[in-house]
């Protein structure tokens, strides 16, 4: 009988790396599974271009049933809310964005994110994720009386909020004290945690290496500053998570070089931060989980791009992300002339080879989430199979990805029937992933539904007014297919 867990989970013993060993020797893919070596990158890159998908499969659920068991497979219920699509960055990717003079531009009042919070909090949830775009026209005391307002409402919802290119943008707006970039961002973040923030999201990540973010990611942090900020929120003591979006312009090289970077500056915290060095425990910040996701190209200056492929003609040459590409995030733009020209998208195969690798690679992180909200449900409880231990939220509403073209959406009974019918024991869990219900009896919310078809279709959320990107009903447009 599987029973609730203990608050800390995350794993940070120094794992050895063995460069001359052969990538793809079952023996040492044995020892990569037990947890006793970790790849370099040059073998994670080699594992992932040449490994079968099927040992990808095994070799991630290995990893992920020594860390998270045979039998529990998690969920949390939270909410997502965009509290303004005002941005300044131009992310070629993002169909979200407005400038503060469009017509449908939007910044939600803290009545209606208050409201949004008692919605979620009357159907057990427990956290919220709050990102906006990057407003300038919002001074800090806005962002200080929202977290009060929240905190003072509703004491036990977790406050996930702001991920890392809006902090660096607080930085700009806030014009804080301090003599370096750190020493800002520790006093917007200090103001912010005592306002009542929780814990910081990963938005953002998108793809760390220089050429892919120079031209997809405009007007919005690099990588350092990326890592450096959620370095800043872990001295604090906070939970952070951290994410990829792949299947763009970007070679298969910077992918590896992403989760290389990710699992460095995990170590850093890890065997750097006071707390660090209890076994299977550490009191500092981390990284608590990794998501990544494949690139939504509707409506997307990044999706009109040519699909690599179109032209038959150039296949015969390399894509142009893996020409410039590098494991160590050097590539030089100018190696290829259609480098940022033609887009490679990734299908179900290429996500769950990306998702098994991360789970491999990323040792040091306790939580891989499967990305149904862009892959549909079926691929996110396959992705079970392949390194995910969590199915991530029950969702209320979602905008920025769903403004690309996603509006898959799931709740409760749907998710613990996928959870369970890829052959897992389904958990809710808390935002440190700790179990709150585990559902192995009669009364899961599963085994309770008579009638699937009220599950299949149901509007689950209106955006609010203002939001064109968001305002179409969001529908429940599939759970079991
Ligand atoms: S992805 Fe985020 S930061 Fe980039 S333009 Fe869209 S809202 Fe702004």
New binding site residues.
């Given amino acids: 009988m599987p029973t609730l867990r203990g608050a800390m989970h995350t794993i940070h013993r120094p794992i050895p790396t063995k460069p001359d060993a052969e990538p793809l020797d079952a023996g040492f893919l044995e020892a990569v599974v037990a947890g006793a070596v970790r790849l370099t990158p040059e073998q994670s890159f080699r594992l992932y271009t040449e490994a079968p998908l099927h040992t990808l499969a095994r070799v991630a659920d290995g990893v992920c049933r020594r860390i998270h068991g045979p039998s529990i497979r998690t969920y949390v219920k939270d909410r997502n809310i965009?509290y303004t699509?005002v941005?300044?960055?131009?992310?070629t990717?993002?169909?979200?964005?407005r400038d503060g003079d469009e017509a449908d531009a939007y910044t939600l009042e803290h009545s209606a994110i208050e409201d949004k919070v008692a919605e979620l909090v009357a159907i057990g949830g427990t956290q919220i994720l709050m990102?906006?775009?990057?407003n300038p026209a919002l001074p800090i005391s806005w962002y200080e009386e929202l977290l009060r307002r929240l905190k003072s409402k509703f004491p036990q919802v977790h406050i996930h909020a702001f991920?890392p290119?809006?902090f660096i943008e607080f930085v700009e707006y806030f014009d804080p004290p301090g003599d370096s970039l750190e020493s800002k961002l520790k006093w917007v973040m200090v103001r912010l945690r005592e306002a009542g923030l929780d814990s910081i999201p990963g938005?953002?990540g998108e793809i760390f290496a220089a050429p892919v973010r120079r031209k997809i990611?405009?007007?919005?942090c690099d990588a350092e500053a990326w890592l450096t900020t959620m370095f800043v929120a872990h001295q604090l003591g906070m939970f952070t998570s951290a994410t990829m979006m792949f299947g763009h312009i970007e070679g298969l090289a910077d992918r590896v070089h992403h989760l290389e970077l990710v699992r460095s500056w995990q170590d850093k915290a890890l065997t750097e931060l006071p707390g660090a060095g209890e076994p299977g425990v550490s009191g500092a910040g981390h990284y608590k989980a990794f998501i990544s996701w494949p690139f939504q190209r509707e409506n997307t200056p990044l999706g009109r791009l040519p699909e690599w492929g179109d032209d038959p003609a150039e296949l015969e040459r390399a894509f142009p992300g893996d020409v410039v590409a590098r494991l160590d995030g050097e590539g030089d733009a100018r190696a290829e002339a259609l480098f940022g020209r033609r887009a490679r998208m990734a299908g179900a195969t290429e996500y769950l080879r990306t998702q098994a690798l991360s789970r491999i690679h990323l040792d040091n992180i306790y939580s891989i989430g499967a990305s149904w909200v862009t892959m549909g449900p079926a691929i996110g409880q396959v992705g079970l199979r392949f390194g995910a231990n969590d199915m991530g939220s029950v969702m209320m509403e979602e905008n920025?990805v769903s403004a690309a073209g996603t509006t898959y959406c799931l709740d409760e009974q749907v998710l613990c029937r996928l959870i369970r019918e890829a052959g897992f024991v389904p958990a809710q869990r808390d935002n440190t992933y700790d179990l709150l219900r585990i559902h192995d009896g009669p009364e899961s919310p599963d085994l309770l539904v008579r009638d699937w078809s009220a599950h299949r279709t149901k509007r689950l959320h209106i955006q609010g007014p203002t939001n064109s990107a968001g305002s179409a009903p969001v529908e429940l447009t599939t759970s079991l297919e």
């Fill in positions: 965009n699509n941005c300044t960055a131009r992310c990717f993002c169909a979200f964005r990102q906006g775009g990057m991920s290119p809006e938005g953002g990611g405009l007007g919005k920025v």
